[in-house]
């Protein structure tokens, strides 16, 4: 008598609500995850065989030239420097592969509707902008097979309407977990564990993002990138919880989680996405964590502001930094708003400030540093040129 | 209008049954928490400043001859080789330090009854067994406050009877997780995040027991242990979520659970605590990874194996690998056992190939390795040691 794998079929996963409405399908990804992949058991595809990693891919010279840069709008005062490079075609291509990579290689999204709503999700463009120093194709499919990864689990394990459920979310995120930091025991929990992953579309993605990145990342940066997904887990667990019982934490409680359940894993690979390696000990420097800190508390804040107005639209309970402003101060959302601009620009100053500090003390954490700048700087870019379809420049 | 920390004062707590019985107060601690210091919001001391890392120690000559060693019980046929060293003289000045500490520094357990359970848990002994090459009682210190903390975080905010609730257990762990791996946003809310730590002794114990331990660890080192401890609490959140549910997990996904919600952070301070660093490239490699998987893997089913009748006594939901395997393959919970206890020897001695294998790959590593040995067998002594007390040889 086995038990089967939590959070998927032992028991009715019944929505909270009704089924996902067409229009919130339509209306694109939110939050952290996409939110828009609905979880479909019965269409759930057998496992297929991962082949190597992408070896064979083209050099990035012998990729089209990039079109017409979209407009983009900025949330006015909103302190951002602007992103470093952008690139529509190159954009579209890791689209492109992500799409023959989830339904090739793993299984993820095999609704034709959902696999449209993976491309609208345009993780191509972020990885586009947010890694810049990446000397090639297969690095940055590397950061964009993790980030839809993430994305995947956040939707299939965390989300109400998409199968997830709270009193479970602790049980899934832990098997999610082992899927990029490996379960070790005996050959025959081990072979059974194993089949568990296969057996769920999340798992096998991040399962298969990780051997990917496996092949560009050193054990250290490999190993590094399991801790920010760990925290980024206690984040989803600390988020289900309020969510659940509907409660707005205090201001300084709400930093503390949104710095686990944040952008940071997305932001600590910029090393090895970039080709070099900062090493172990520099990176856990408590400047450098710090600065990454930082870093990713600035870029997940720019998304709790450009996506407010679709949050609060939705109807559901939520909160963000100027929710838990608003609360705290017991001022109106508008008020709040201007706030956690302040706020966020605050922390970029003082990113910036600790980054000019560490640049001056080794020629690695300097590029690491940049990188975590340009990753910041990309995913603003990537966040204004959403406005007026998913996002908006005020509540 | 600023929300209370979660977990603690701002709604009724209200354990599950009635309040704690005095027969599972005397029976002393279970599981990897003590679990039998009742949370007390009434007494909340204040806060206190804290001291210097206690640098006017006096080495380990000057103290006391060893007493007799206590009579230990094993499990039979489980295979764990003998402890290095064992000194109860040793240990009861530890346990005499941490009541200190507890009391004068971190206002931890203010109740007597409960200071006499902080000390019948004996975490003294536990640390002179698993840390036989501690240069020193400041390193021993170390480790047995560390261990003391992630007790305290175990029952102030997971342990139903103490206070814990299922639907805070996510938001409260991440508030704990901050503790060890600082807020970093702008100075009013990281004051105010200051404010939050120092309010609540489970997070005033963490955050000086890691106080201490930087006064002696690398920043490389400290960074690991916040990876360890962030695994710990996502297994936290896993048991708490199929305890809630009251759902038996297949024997894989146990395992994977245990693989976290494990002595884990306890095993991968050796270096530390034994006053030299495995760099964190060699820490990080995948047959280090493994290694350190399955000591604490062994060194976690051994607790299981030894408290089992005492959980199955307790009357509450309970999981552990017995009684998945019970489960899972539909047999007595004595065919259970045996089947567990198998399982235990395969992993000490697949953990005993892998160190042999890692061994000959640097001095280090070796030593490493070796204090990974060290912990495991010493816990075994550990558990042995109150076998008629708190532990039993058989269901």
Redesign the interface.
Known sequence: ??????GTTDEPTGPVGSSPSLSRLLSGPTGLGTKSLRFTPAMEPEPVPVPAPDAQSPPLAALPEPGPRPASQRIEGLYCPPAVRDDRALADEINDRLVQWAEQEVGLYPDTDLREALVGFDAGRSVVLCHPDAPGIDHLMAAARLLIGENAVDDYFCEAEYGGS??????V???A??AI??????PR??A??RA?IEAHPALRSMRSAMDYFYALA???Q??RF??DI??L???Y??????I??Q???????Y???R??NSFRPCLTLTDSIGGYEL???L????GV??AV??SS?ASTICNDLYSLRKEQASGRFHYSLPTVIA??E?CSIEEAFQKAVE?HN??VH?FEEQAAALSVTNPLTARFVTGLHNWMTGNHEWHAGNVGTRYATSP
């Open positions: 008598m086995k038990a089967p794998i939590p709270a009193d479970r979310r602790g049980a995120l832990i098997v977990q082992s930091d490996p379960a070790h025991n005996t929990y081990e059974d564990w568990g050193t054990p250290a490999a190993h399991r801790h760990a925290n887990y206690l984040g667990n600390a988020e289900g919880d309020c659940s019982r409660r707005t934490p205090a201001v300084w409680e930093l503390v989680q710095q686990f090493p172990a000990q990176f856990a420097d408590p964590q710090r800190a930082l508390n609360a705290e017991e706020v605050e922390i003082r």
